[in-house]
Nanobody
Framework: QVQLVESGGGLVQAGESLRLSCAAS????????MGWYRQAPGKQRELVAV???????NYADSVKGRFTISRDNAKRTVYLQMNSLKPEDTAVYYC?????????WGQGTQVTASS
């Protein structure tokens, strides 16, 4: 089993920045990708950004140019730098790690950008 511990959420004003971190511990599975999803009230969970173990990245159109995903393979940690936050970015953000067979999820961290 893999455990994911997220940190870095909070309440900010629109236009400000936050940095999320997610550290994987437990079973030394072969991680294929690490990423972030978010879920706003009344909406489905959606992909925010993902980075493969090889470094390829993919972003939701709504966050391109504002958010940056990065990872430290040795620490098995993924980061999400969120700049120029907008009220519509308000959601619970979930860390996701994939190996060949399984999705692992963090407990979620609240991000609120007030106008």
């Amino acid at each position: 089993q893999v455990q994911l511990v997220e940190s870095g959420g909070g309440l900010v004003q629109a236009g400000e920045s936050l940095r999320l971190s997610c550290a994987a511990s437990g079973s030394r599975v072969s991680i294929y990708s690490m990423g972030w999803y978010r879920q706003a009230p009344g909406k489905q969970r959606e992909l925010v950004a993902v980075i493969t173990i090889g470094g390829s990245t993919n972003y939701a159109d709504s966050v391109k140019g504002r958010f940056t995903i990065s990872r430290d393979n040795a620490k098995r940690t993924v980061y999400l730098q969120m700049n120029s936050l907008k009220p519509e970015d308000t959601a619970v953000y979930y860390c996701n790690v994939k190996d060949a067979l399984t999705d692992y999820w963090g407990q979620g961290t609240q991000v609120t950008a007030s106008s």
